[in-house]
Structure formats: structure tokens, C-alpha cells
């Protein structure tokens, strides 16, 4: 079978750093993907991890290590907007097939 | 570009009946997966439809169905409704090769009475 592990919830006050991290089973592994969701609202792709080591974009960055089956999201300078779900997902073949965590709901305080 | 457009955005309906969701995907994309999303839990993929074909399922009965057309829009069909049924219903596309970011609609929120 498969399952991605991450925390249910965290909180934080505005300006402070966060990190999600995500643990992961799976047969067959092409990368990880993050991805934002506010309540009602969509799911918004983060950022997308296939090999070892870090990615930046702005305030986020992901890592991921494959031997260890683990990676994170890291928010830094949280600001109020924020606040929302974060799911890390795996590929495991072509198609973008995308296999969720339960995800993890980040409130940020003033 | 309109993105991803999912219609409707609501929907209730009575246990038992059938239901039919619509997505067209973003402009430039050809493969739609569809996915459905309980209340506070992550989105489970139901299946992905590619060149007019499914691809990939995920761990649903046989209630659920799909189709592709030709210009790449997609349907989700829903038999025999049950309660459990209600959820959101998102509607993904990307690429089919090379493409690792997939875009999501606003999805359709369905009741089942």
C-alpha cells in the first residue's frame, strides 16, 4: 500500500518560520509535490521536489530526501494570508497521478 | 486563460439518483484527473482520462465513470448515489508527459439527501 504522514495542525504568529514535514510509503516514486488549499477555495501547486535537497521559491522552500522517504515544507516570513491547508503529494508515474497526505492546517496568529 | 472551469460549483441530490460533473481543463493541457476531497481530509484520486482514455484508477467502484472528449473536457458520472457520496469533487489538468504542477478548478460541492 501507500500512505504520506504530516502533522493535522500547526500554529504560529505572524513573521515566524514553519515547517511541514511529510513522511512517505510507496511502491514506485517519481517526486513530491506541495500544495496550498484555503478553506472553499482549490488546491494551488507550491512547488515540486524530484530529486535530493532543497527548492526555493520566495517565502517557501520544500526539501526532500528519497532515502529516507521524507521531505518538508518550510514557510517563512508567515504572513496572516497564509493560514491555510498544506498537503504534500507524491507522483509515482507519468500522468500526474497525485497521491495526497491527509494534510496539515496552518493558523497564523497577529 | 480561463483555467480550470468545473460546472456546477452546487449540487443536491437524492439518494439513489445520478449525478454528471463537468471540467475543461486549462488551454494547452490534455489529461484530467478527477479527484474527491471528505471534508478536512486530502483529495483521493478516483481516475485520469488522456487521449480520450482512462488511464489510471483509483480505488472506486464501478459507480463512478468518466469521459474524455475530443477536445480534451472531461465528465465525471456518479451512479446510484449513496451518502457517503458527498463531498467536493475536484477536477485536475496538466500535461500528460513532462509536467509535474496540476491544475485544480474550484471543484463542485455535492449533497446527497
Known amino acids: 500500500g501507500q500512505s504520506l504522514e504530516q502533522p493535522s495542525e500547526v500554529t504560529a504568529v505572524e513573521g515566524a518560520i514553519v515547517q511541514i514535514n511529510c513522511t512517505y510509503q510507496?511502491?514506485?516514486?517519481?517526486?513530491l509535490s506541495w500544495y496550498q488549499q484555503h478553506d472553499g477555495g482549490a488546491p494551488t501547486f507550491l512547488s515540486y521536489n524530484a530529486l535530493d535537497g532543497l527548492e526555493e521559491t520566495g517565502r517557501f522552500s520544500s526539501f526532500l530526501s528519497r532515502s529516507d522517504s521524507y521531505g518538508y515544507l518550510l514557510l517563512q516570513e508567515l504572513q496572516m494570508k497564509d493560514s491555510a491547508s498544506y498537503f504534500c503529494?507524491?507522483?509515482?508515474?507519468?500522468?500526474?497521478?497525485?497521491?495526497f497526505g491527509g494534510g496539515t492546517r496552518v493558523l497564523v496568529k497577529p | 486563460d480561463a483555467g480550470v472551469t468545473q460546472s456546477p460549483t452546487h449540487l443536491i441530490k437524492t439518494r439513489g439518483q445520478q449525478v454528471t460533473l463537468r471540467c475543461s481543463p486549462k488551454?494547452?493541457?490534455?489529461?484530467v484527473s478527477w479527484y474527491q476531497q471528505a471534508l478536512g481530509q486530502g483529495p483521493q484520486f478516483i481516475f485520469q482520462?488522456?487521449?480520450?482514455?482512462?488511464?489510471q484508477r483509483g480505488n472506486f467502484p464501478d459507480r463512478f465513470s468518466g469521459h474524455q472528449f475530443p477536445n480534451y473536457s472531461s465528465e465525471l458520472n456518479v451512479n446510484a448515489l449513496l451518502l457517503g457520496d458527498s463531498a467536493l469533487y475536484l477536477c485536475?489538468?496538466?500535461?500528460?508527459?513532462?509536467?509535474?504542477?496540476?491544475?485544480f478548478g474550484q471543484g463542485t460541492r455535492l449533497t446527497v439527501v
Open positions: 482520462y488522456y487521449e480520450e482514455e482512462e488511464r
Open positions: 503529494a507524491v507522483i509515482k508515474a507519468a500522468g500526474n497521478k497525485l497521491t
Open positions: 510507496t511502491s514506485g516514486f517519481y517526486g
Open positions: 485536475a489538468s496538466s500535461t500528460f508527459q513532462g509536467n509535474t504542477e496540476a491544475f
Open positions: 488551454s494547452g493541457h490534455d489529461t
